[in-house]
């Protein structure tokens, strides 16, 4: 998904969070593992040191945007998973942007 995809100004989702947020969206099956979570969050960045940041990006964006019943859940073994309900709730809030 593009850089240039405007969210909701009321979410509070900006730099690292957007980034990991619309990598889920564009990711098959909404399934990303850890490194490629940590990736978008930095770029490529990549270490020890990165490992509590992404988790930190993923608590945040489920506490941000729960109460829209978007989730992104821990899958044993292989990352995380935005379900694809999530995924819809994010791509129509896209949408209702670029049609105001």
Known sequence: MS???WLPNDWQVHGAQRRVLLAF???PAGVM?????IEAARSGARGDSVAPLARRHIRQLNTKLGH???TITSRWGEGYEM???SREIIRNAIQQRLAA
């Open 83 to 85: 379900p694809a309900a």
């Open 25 to 27: 969206v564009s990711a």
């Open 33 to 37: 593992t850890f490194d490629q979570v």
């Open 68 to 70: 829209l019943g978007v």
């Open 3 to 5: 850089d240039n995809v």
